[in-house]
């Protein structure tokens, strides 16, 4: 069974690899008028011209640009719905989510130190590094706090102009 999948595929690739030709051919009448036909030329002088495909394909053209009105459901159309769906409520979240973050993390930080390190006096090397990591995780926090507030703007903005 195996060897006649293998005959099968050798035979398909190798139908692959042959490009195939069109025999036109180029007919000039004793009037001198030029036609180029698929039959051979009934008198008058005869050129065979042989036409193969392209082997590197097609080459993309560019879509014509429409000088038309849009249409009802157009890409302005697509760009205000999904900023009103998706794209403005999307950012929203995504500001209201890090706040909950960035106000969840000093709790987790204390969490994570221990029993034994919690009773540390204020004045300790443990309690100025806790508090200059949470110092510098509210500056991250309030950053990206800011970027996002940002980008939520930006959207709304052209949520406005559409």
Not at 11 to 25: C, E, H, R, S
Not at 105 to 111: F, G, M, N, T
Request: one cysteine or more; proline letters at 6%.
């Amino acid at each position: 069974m195996n060897s006649i999948r293998y005959a099968a595929c050798a035979l398909a690739l190798g139908f692959g690899f042959v490009a195939p030709a069109w025999a036109i051919n180029k007919c000039t009448g004793a009037d001198g008028k030029v036609a180029f036909q698929d039959a051979p030329c009934v008198g008058g002088q005869s050129e065979k011209i042989d036409v193969r495909p392209a082997m590197e394909g097609a080459t993309p053209i560019a879509p014509a640009q429409s000088t038309g009105k849009e249409g009802a459901f157009g890409a302005s159309w697509q760009r205000k719905n999904y900023l009103q769906n998706q794209g403005v409520p999307q950012a929203r979240a995504a500001v209201e989510r890090n706040q909950r973050e960035c106000t969840a993390q000093p709790a987790e930080a204390v969490a994570t130190t221990g029993p034994l390190r919690k009773s540390i006096s204020p004045g300790t090397q443990f309690a100025q590094e806790l508090a200059a990591t949470a110092a510098k995780s509210k500056t991250a926090c309030e950053a990206r706090t800011e970027e996002l507030r940002e980008q939520q703007r930006a959207l709304e903005k052209e949520l406005g102009t559409l």
